[in-house]
C-alpha cells in the first residue's frame, strides 16, 4: 500500500520552530515531486511549499524565508522545518506525494495530517 505520514506537529510559541516529517512508503517517490500543504480551520487547503524530483523548491509567499522544504531519497523522506512561526501558521500540515517529476497539480497520495499549533 502507497502512503505517506506526517509527524513533529505540535505546539510551539509564537518565534519558535518546529521540523516536520514525511514517511513515504509502497514505493520509492524519488522522482515524483513533493509538497507539503495546510489548512487553518474555517479556511481551504493552501499551497505551502514544494520540492521536484531533482531539488528545486517553490514556497507560498507567506512561508517564503521562514520554511524550508527538504528531501531525503535514500531515507524516502520529505521534511518541512520551520522558522520563525507565527500563530496564523496555525493548521494542519499536509503532505503530498505527486505523480509528475516537478509539478503539484496531480497528486498521487497524501497523508493524513499533522497538527501545528502556535501560540501568541
Known amino acids: 500500500q502507497v502512503q505517506v505520514a506526517e509527524s513533529g506537529g505540535g505546539l510551539v510559541q509564537a518565534g519558535g520552530s518546529l521540523r516536520l516529517s514525511c514517511a513515504a512508503s509502497?514505493?520509492?517517490?524519488?522522482?515524483?515531486?513533493m509538497g507539503w500543504f495546510r489548512q487553518a480551520p474555517g479556511k481551504e487547503r493552501e499551497f505551502v511549499a514544494r520540492?521536484?524530483?531533482?531539488?528545486?523548491?517553490a514556497y507560498s509567499d507567506s512561508t517564503k524565508g521562514r520554511f524550508t522544504i527538504s528531501r531525503d531519497n535514500a531515507k524516502n523522506t520529505l521534511y518541512l522545518q520551520m522558522n520563525s512561526l507565527k500563530p496564523e501558521d496555525t493548521a494542519v500540515y499536509y503532505c503530498?506525494?505527486?505523480?509528475?517529476?516537478?509539478?503539484?497539480?496531480?497528486?498521487?497520495?497524501w497523508g493524513q495530517g499533522t497538527l501545528v499549533t502556535v501560540s501568541e
Open positions: 503530498a506525494a505527486a505523480r509528475s517529476t516537478v509539478s503539484l497539480q496531480n497528486i498521487e497520495v
Open positions: 520540492i521536484t524530483y531533482i531539488g528545486a523548491t
Open positions: 509502497g514505493r520509492n517517490f524519488s522522482k515524483n515531486a
